[in-house]
Nanobody, 115 residues
């Protein structure tokens, strides 16, 4: 089992920045991959960014160049730095961990981009 706790969501104006945090209950060295997904109203959940235990990153085309995923191994935490936010980035953002052939999810944190 892996428990994930997200934080850092909120309301921001277009062009602004936010940093999401996800604290894991296990050492992230033991987790195959951690990532961020998002789900907007009426849409399917989609991958935003992912980082493997070997530090290989993968981003959705829509966020490349604007979002950065990173980890702090000492804190068992994964971050999503989001810059140049757009209204279409508005969604519920979920942290995800791939561990022992299973996927675990956080409770989600809301990001709203609006003027």
């Amino acid at each position: 089992q892996v428990q994930l706790v997200e934080s850092g969501g909120g309301l921001v104006q277009p062009g602004g920045s936010l940093r999401l945090s996800c604290a894991a209950s296990k050492s992230i060295f033991s987790i195959n991959a951690m990532g961020w997904y998002r789900q907007a109203p009426g849409k399917e959940r989609e991958l935003v960014a992912e980082i493997t235990s070997g530090s290989i990153t993968n981003y959705a085309d829509s966020v490349k160049g604007r979002f950065t995923i990173s980890t702090d191994n000492a804190k068992n935490t994964v971050y999503l730095q989001m810059n140049s936010l757009k209204p279409e980035d508005t969604a519920l953002y979920y942290c995800n961990a791939a561990f022992m052939a299973r996927r675990f999810w956080g409770q989600g944190t809301q990001v709203t981009v609006s003027s």
